[in-house]
DNA sequence: TTATTATGGATACTATAGGTCCATATTAAT
DNA sequence: ATTAATATGGACCTATAGTATCCATAATAA
């Protein structure tokens, strides 16, 4: 259990686009130096990232990368689950077990036939609700309060002297 | 990123012998009947279990395991941690790009010989911060907390007749 | 028109999850 | 002591996902 690469790459890329932002698109090669991850690599993740709106592309001379929003609008939520995918962190595998009728059924069967089978299981009740915790915490945290702590950080620097 | 379905079958396990709890030790036939898992499988996860303390198990006729200590005192992190691993959510791989100096060294080279290189990188504070959330909740949560909320079912059941 | 850049398909390697089988060790019951 | 039942651990296999590279193609700005 644990995010991959990708996503590592993706963050980091994401914030250097931030962090370059004013200025002209960030080519492939930029990134790749500055990351120190393959141009071939790192490509197919601008791509994923591109598809879902993250970042704009445009090919061409001078072409490269650019956030397509704010970096205050896109959250590490938004950044992981086009990586990682919208699957959710536990899915119940053995729904047809007998286990599963003790707790996800049974006192459910002979009481409400409104919602069929519609009962939400206790185990999965408690793994979902981990899932919206992390979930909100991730959704808090923007590519901007990266750049903003780094900013701090060197602002700092410069008063010390 | 998924939990693992050793982890599905690990918690199921821990609930059935929670469940079964003064009666006798449990077999692997019964728990993976039960669980709809095969028992060469369910032994191999059952054994981790017991090497990290969750259950004792004692081999023989009438043989099998039990729950090491009471339902209350196993948490949902427990049983993630012995199959998942105790490795981070986020493992920081390229620290020695250029990117990193930007993120976790810069402002803190000249201000502070006191901590050696220890100044927390930025995009790992928030994957560590979202990681301790994440195990805060799942600590919170045990076998028995499942438990008796099947059983609040249950006798839900019972007075409605 | 051209040089530059992103895109997407094909491919390969590796690690991990998921699963089986069997030989051995341990225990309780007889 | 013997035996039957049970857990344990090692060896092994397969499928899948993550990581990574290469190349041919498309799109764009100069
Ligand atoms: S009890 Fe919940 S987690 Fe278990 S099998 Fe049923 S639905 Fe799945
Ligand atoms: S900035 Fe943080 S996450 Fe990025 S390379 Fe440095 S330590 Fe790792």
Known sequence: MQFSKSTDY???ALVHLGHSERCNNVGIKELSSALGVSESYLSKIMSKLRQDGIVRAVPGVNGGYELARPADQISFLD??????GRQQLFECSNSSSRQHRLLAEEGAAGRDQKRPGKNECLVEKVMNGAEQHLHQYLQ?????????????????EVNKK
């Open 10 to 12: 993706a963050l980091h």
């Open 79 to 84: 950044v992981i689950q086009v990586i990682e």
């Open 140 to 156: 808090e945290h923007t590519i901007q309060s990266v750049l903003d702590e780094a900013f701090k950080r060197c602002s700092h």
